[in-house]
């Protein structure tokens, strides 16, 4: 089988540096901030001209270190395998419907896929043609962990790539409820200006996986360099530390 190489042109700063918390799809959390950053041979200006004319892009990248991460840290125990394996499964279970639910990998957006591609839609929120890291797309709305790498980006087109009347497909299959969020405010003392809403709609999406409801249990992720702990409770995720 021929075999095709291809090379990162570029990665995301985020302020998710762990797969735990980051949002399932793009676009849940815009107030979520990110920068892409060109490797040092893709660092041409040129290669934005008229990229200002687009409100939102596509990226297409890896799913590089998300579930590898993850379990070294022990904020998964088994219910999906690491993205980064030689064989592939037919089948997964997407941790949102239930964790133990299995489907078919193409009819979902696992990490666990053949060649653990993701694609992300994001808005623009300012280009700086030249810097000293080279050209620089401010965005929000990413569902990329902070350094994931990136393949490609294109243009979204709205005219050809919205459709309305869509099928959601077993999107439909486990209605999600939001939670209620409390942060003390003296935890949100903690966090730098800007940062509290972020969380707080982080929080309200409820990043635990589907089968786990223990309003004992204590959850924890790192988020824009600090460390955020909480816990569920009657439909209310109550943030206990913040350090």
């Known amino acids: 089988m021929t075999q095709h190489i291809i090379h990162p042109i570029a990665h995301i700063r985020t302020d998710l540096s762990s797969k735990f918390g980051i949002p399932r799809q793009s676009g849940l959390v815009p107030e979520l901030e990110g920068t892409i950053v060109f490797e040092p041979a893709y660092r041409n200006p040129d290669a934005l001209r008229g990229l200002e004319n687009y409100s939102h892009i596509w990226l297409i990248w890896h799913f590089s270190e998300g579930f590898a991460s993850a379990k070294q840290e022990g904020r998964y125990d088994g219910h999906e395998e690491a993205a980064e394996t030689p064989s592939w499964s037919p089948t997964v279970r997407p941790p949102k419907m239930d964790g133990n639910t299995r489907v078919g990998v193409f009819a979902t957006r696992s990490p666990n896929r053949p060649n653990s591609l993701g694609l992300s839609v994001v808005k623009i929120t300012g280009i700086e043609p030249v810097s000293e890291e080279g050209p620089l797309i401010h965005v929000s709305g990413a569902d990329l962990m902070d350094g994931t790498p990136i393949f490609d980006i ?7 790539e919205c459709i309305p009347d869509a099928d959601k497909g077993i999107g439909r299959l486990r209605h999600v409820e939001t939670l209620d969020v409390e942060i003390p405010d003296e935890w949100v003392k903690k966090l730098s200006e800007g940062k509290t809403e972020a969380l707080r709609r ?34 209310t995720a109550i943030v206990v530390s913040i350090e």
């Open 154 to 160: 294109k243009p979204y087109l709205p005219a050809t």
């Open 202 to 235: 982080i929080l309200e999406l409820d990043p635990r996986p589907g089968y786990q409801d223990d309003p004992a249990r204590i959850y924890g992720f790192p988020f824009a360099g600090k460390e955020v702990k909480f816990r569920v409770e009657e439909g």
